[in-house]
């Protein structure tokens, strides 16, 4: 450990926690517009945002008609974060229903992505996927050879479930040392990987790194 290391504790330990969240909150919705995939759902996270999103409204609402200039001013303050916490939560919501709704076939048989879901979003999917079911068999499916009405038709090697392009390439930030070199598949590319390096590449070959929390994507 460095004295940079060292700094950056105790930099984050004088940080109020509604600071540390609302960076924590904004990594997290940069990273899931970046990534191709559905990431982990941050459950401890969305529970702390919105336990303090619901205590501001509280706070707005008791103070809202009180006359006194300094209560107003820090009104207007509060009200301003808030809708910059909601701002951010709104985002980041539907930066993953649009991934839910466009692979929910490959989420939905995936145990790895379906455990990647908030209670909340495995509800919406499954209802989702029923309505879409039940309209496509009422619309067309039902004329079709039983064979046929499958959704996740896999004959002939072709399959029928979209899946995320995991070759997309993303920006990465490197937020501590990697010792093992990046190695591109398919390529004879690899690259090493040190703490405070930015880089264009694959997601696929970083998908373990941004899962580990070696890379952040920007």
């Known amino acids: 450990m460095d004295i940079d290391d060292i700094l950056a504790e105790i930099d984050s330990d004088s940080v109020p926690q509604e600071t540390r969240d609302l960076q924590e909150l904004t990594r997290a919705w940069i990273a899931e517009r970046a990534a191709p995939e559905l990431l982990p759902w941050p459950e401890s996270?969305?529970?702390?945002?919105?336990?303090?999103?619901?205590?501001?409204?509280?706070?707005?609402?008791?103070?809202?008609?009180?006359?006194?200039?300094?209560?107003?001013?820090?009104?207007?303050?509060?009200?301003?974060e808030l809708e910059r916490f909601k701002y951010l939560v709104r985002s980041f919501l539907r930066a993953r229903i649009a991934k839910i709704d466009k692979h929910a076939l490959?989420?939905?048989?995936?145990g790895a992505m379906k455990s990647r879901l908030s209670p909340s979003e495995l509800q919406y999917l499954t209802a989702h996927q029923s309505l879409l079911h039940a309209h496509y068999q009422s619309s067309f499916l039902s004329s079709f050879p039983t064979?046929?009405?499958?959704?996740?038709?896999?004959?002939?090697?072709?399959?029928?479930i979209e899946q995320p392009d995991l070759d997309k390439a993303v920006f990465i930030r490197v937020m501590r040392d990697v010792h093992e070199p990046v190695v591109i598949e398919g390529t004879d590319t690899a690259f090493e990987m040190r703490r405070g390096d930015v880089f264009v590449v694959r997601y696929s070959a970083i998908r373990e790194n941004v899962q580990q929390g070696d890379v952040e994507l920007i």
């Open 147 to 160: 064979q046929l009405q499958r959704l996740d038709d896999t004959a002939g090697g072709i399959s029928m």
């Open 106 to 110: 490959y989420i939905l048989t995936a």
């Open 45 to 80: 996270l969305m529970e702390r945002t919105v336990d303090r999103i619901r205590q501001q409204i509280e706070l707005v609402e008791t103070q809202t008609g009180n006359m006194d200039p300094k209560a107003n001013f820090s009104l207007i303050i509060i009200q301003t």
